[in-house]
């Protein structure tokens, strides 16, 4: 992912600026949550740095029983990255995107989305793009978006929105068959 990927340049570079060994531990699960209780729950040293997308900012509205405190437990640094996302479609169905909005008006709620899970930034992005096409699909959540990405370009779910750096990897990588939305 685009914030694995930003975590790891951030760890290199504190690595070589510090002069000791920065490991990165990407956690995957419960729409980041998991990863974020581990480092909630670490010693407050100053050995441990949390990167976190914006879906962050709206845990405490998605889950009702969150184990830690995202205003509390955590002082804000700096922002590190920041990253476009692209729409990918499964191969065939759709060329434009006005031709997906179509095809999902004519057929409310059998399309699927895939996202990293409830409350991830691809979770956010997809909300944003059915309310603003006032369209319904079906959330099919994952435990990363790459796997959300992987099978839209597999066939296995219709739509998938992920960070730019995300989606070019996956079309670079292979099944070219996906469709990269034009607008």
Do not use: C
């Not at 992912?1 to 531990?25: H, K, N, P, Y």
């Not at 889950?63 to 990918?88: G, N």
Request: charged share 20%.
């Amino acid at each position: 992912s685009f914030t694995d990927g930003a975590a790891r340049a951030l760890g290199r570079e504190l690595t070589e600026q510090l002069g000791q060994q920065v490991i990165v531990e990407n956690r995957l699960g419960a729409g980041g949550t998991l990863g974020t209780h581990a480092a909630a729950k670490a010693t407050p040293d100053g050995h441990t740095l949390l990167l976190f997308d914006n879906s962050f900012a709206i845990w405490p509205r998605l889950y009702s029983k969150l184990p830690f405190d995202p205003v509390r437990d955590f002082a804000p640094i700096s922002l590190v990255a920041e990253s476009p996302s692209m729409m990918v479609t499964r191969p065939g169905l759709a060329k434009t995107l006005r031709e997906l909005v179509e095809i999902a008006r004519a057929r409310p709620a059998e399309l699927t989305y895939g996202t990293a899970g409830q409350g991830s930034t691809a979770h956010l992005a997809s909300a944003l793009f059915l309310g603003v096409a006032n369209v319904r699909m079906t959330h099919v959540p994952f435990k990363g978006v790459a796997l959300a990405m992987a099978d839209a370009m597999a066939g296995r779910i219709d739509v998938s929105i992920a960070g730019l750096a995300s989606s070019m990897a996956q079309v670079r990588a292979g099944d070219r068959k996906s469709t990269r939305l034009n607008s």
